[in-house]
């Protein structure tokens, strides 16, 4: 045979075994569930004497072995009276056999009844004796229960077991005896006794003992013996024990291996439905239907008014024993909303979005974006005219294009929070943010640098590239980080809960939120320091004023909104979220951009520059006399920070040169380059 038809055939037969097992699994609780049922019908009939009502289950009684040595003890005595007397118990009488099964009794709590049962003639008193002692309501009742039935008979499993065991290998020892006579020891004797154990004993299947006890127990048979003419062990009878089962609650819940009973036989043979989870209920004894059918989690209990929320096994079992049937539907818990792991009725679990409020939000988004979208066409199509607030539009192209990514972020959290929408809004928002602020903290700096104070003359040259090299190791430093945040994150979502308990999903903050955030806050307040710096600095329109007060509103506006998202904004729900989120883009791109364009496209409206460039230079000519004989040929204008770009011939060569201004005492003295100053005669 080859390999792979060995490999094959153990495969097979794995699945057979595999098979048989479960068959036998369902066999066991189906026979398990048939002896409940049997039970039931038992205790309401009347019985006649004996004990032939039997359950044919195999208990585990490893939990009760401790109890059967009262059996084992008596069965041991009688045998040493027995061998002792020749084979016969004459020398002892009712009142010590009676005795012997009270005191089995009265030993242990947990034994209800005990007997010894006898084979005929070994008590030439009775044809045939069992004394028998049972407890019932704190008083010992005894009496001979052979003559209730016959427990020769071989139905009776506690006795006749025993009787038919082959005892060749029944335990011998050897014990030696000096007995007293007197005032003196008589010579030793060797007896050979016979000794039950444990292990010879038997247990019987579950029975009802009617007639007996009247309820339904297991009991412990341990043999008597006596020797016959060959020497050989000869069955004379048994010495039992009686563990009641009525007090015993039967578990039919699942299997749990946290606790361990004889009577888990009956585990899993509930008849709770797939909506239900078994409970079980102590102290109903042995009697089927012994527990409670709980509503799962992500169900609930129909009647909202009843005490109890959950459904009877006892009318579980019984309904379907009578019904004969496998509806469940009465007996069925309702589905939870969508999004509960636990309810107690229909109420929703999760947060319904305000979907007109949110709209309106959306709305309000939408139009912000559209006005962004017409003023990066109009910066785009004025781009020379508006050079003379700027030296070249270019970073007011990169505020409008930051303005319009963080403005898209309102259309990207409107939907419920998926893992991808995360990653997108974290992108748009911070390169948007960066593109922005740090387009006008770099324009800024430049006005700084232009005005700083000095006392000397000095030309200095800063054209849009220089800013560029300045300004894209940011934006890519910024990119990277997002790149690494968005691989070891992935967008993750999750499940918060409102004040009221409603869920929602929200993309998660972590500590690549806080970073980044705090580095964006370093940003503008090294915007702050910077407006600073040229706070007294001239310009065309007040540009540095309204600069300051944009990056002022950033820091102050945005960053409340921002500490007030993250310390009230998930009590609230996601529709107080979007508002906030809504809010931060009007503070941070609105407010801002509205700052930074109105007085320039007033201006460019107006045509103020030409007017206030021409007052400028004639300003400077009329105060320090500066005369030039080429000035109408000079190629030059003023930009809003007094910087004058000299066009030359070539169509995309551009050079900055930047007037200086000579500050003192207070006093702005603008320094034209090109133009001489004369000299005093």
């Not at 007397?85 to 009794?105: A, M, P, Q, Y």
């Not at 578990?251 to 899993?268: E, H």
Request: proline share 3%.
């Amino acid at each position: 045979m080859t390999n792979d038809a060995t490999v094959m055939m153990i495969f097979l037969l794995m699945i057979l075994v595999q098979s048989n097992k479960i068959h036998a699994g369902e066999n066991e609780k189906e026979a398990a569930k048939l002896a409940l049922e049997y039970v039931s019908r038992v205790e309401q009939s009347p019985c006649t004497g004996g004990t032939e009502e039997t359950l044919d289950l195999i208990f585990n009684h490893t939990t009760w072995r401790e109890y059967t040595q009262p059996a084992i003890l008596t069965s041991n005595f009688l045998t040493s009276v027995i061998l002792e007397n020749g084979g016969s118990l004459d020398t002892l009488t009712d009142e010590i056999l009676f005795s012997l099964v009270r005191n089995n009794v009265n030993g242990q709590s947990i034994i209800f009844g005990s007997a010894i049962a006898i084979e005929t003639g070994l008590y030439t008193k009775y044809s045939s004796f069992c004394p028998y002692a049972y407890r019932k309501n704190g008083t010992v009742f005894a009496h001979d229960i052979s003559l209730s039935y016959n427990y020769l008979d071989r139905n009776t499993e506690w006795y006749y077991v025993l009787k038919t065991t082959d005892w060749e290998n029944a335990t011998r020892t050897i014990s030696k005896i000096k007995y007293r006579s007197g005032g003196a020891s008589l010579p030793e004797q060797q007896n050979i006794l016979l000794t039950a154990k444990l292990s010879d004993g038997h247990w019987t299947k579950p029975y009802f003992d009617c007639g007996g006890g009247d309820v339904w127990m297991v009991t412990f048979s341990s043999a008597i013996f006596s020797l016959n003419g060959d020497g050989e062990p000869k069955f004379q009878g048994v010495a039992t024990i009686d563990i009641e089962l009525t007090n015993i609650d039967i578990n039919q819940c699942d299997p749990d291996t946290s606790t361990f009973s004889a009577l888990d036989v009956f585990r899993g043979t509930h008849r709770c439905p797939e909506t239900t989870e078994c409970s079980f209920l102590q102290g109903l004894g042995f009697k089927r239907g012994a527990y409670q059918c709980v509503c799962s989690k992500g169900y609930y209990f129909p009647d909202s008014n009843s005490e109890v929320k959950a459904f009877s096994g006892k009318d579980v079992e019984n309904y379907l024993s009578l019904s004969n049937t496998t509806d469940f539907t009465q007996y069925t818990c309702l589905s939870c909303k969508e999004g509960c792991t636990e309810c107690v009725d229909d109420s929703p679990c999760l947060y319904e979005f305000l979907f007109v409020f949110r709209f309106m939000v959306l709305l309000i988004t939408m139009l912000t974006c559209t006005a962004i979208g017409i003023l990066f066409v109009v910066t785009a199509y004025f781009r020379n005219e508006l050079a003379i607030k700027t030296g070249s539009p270019i970073f007011l192209l990169f505020m409008c294009a930051g303005g319009m990514l963080m403005c898209s972020t309102g259309f990207f959290a409107y939907p419920k929070a998926l893992e991808f929408l995360c990653v997108i809004q974290i992108w748009v928002f911070h390169i948007g943010f960066n593109f922005m602020y740090g387009a006008l903290v770099v324009k800024t700096w430049r006005i700084a640098v232009i005005f700083r104070p000095t006392s000397k003359l000095q030309r200095i040259n800063l054209p849009d590239k220089e800013l560029l090299k300045r300004f894209f190791p940011m934006m890519i430093f910024v990119c990277v980080y997002l790149l690494a945040w968005s691989i070891a994150e992935k967008g993750e979502t999750g499940t918060l809960e409102t004040s009221s308990l409603l869920k929602y999903d929200v993309c998660l903050s972590s500590y690549w939120l806080y970073a980044i955030q705090c580095a964006e806050v370093c940003l503008l307040l090294v915007g702050v320091y910077i407006c600073y710096m040229v706070r007294k600095a001239p310009g065309h329109f007040n540009e540095s004023k309204y600069i300051t007060w944009s990056i002022y509103n950033g820091i102050i506006l945005g960053s409340f909104l921002l500490i007030l998202t993250h310390l009230i904004g998930h009590s609230y729900g996601p529709d107080l979220l979007y508002l906030l989120q809504g809010l931060q883009i009007q503070a941070f791109v609105t407010i801002t951009l509205t700052l930074i364009f109105i007085p320039k496209l007033l201006a460019l409206y107006k045509k103020e520059d030409v007017k206030r460039a021409n007052d400028t230079f004639a300003t400077a000519y009329a105060s320090k006399y500066i005369r030039t004989n080429n000035i109408e040929g000079a190629s030059s204008k003023t930009v809003g920070t007094q910087t004058y770009e000299n066009v030359t011939p070539g169509p995309k060569e551009k050079t900055f040169w930047t007037s200086l201004t000579k500050i003192s005492n207070n006093k702005v003295e603008p320094i034209v380059d090109h133009l001489s100053v004369p000299t005093t005669r």
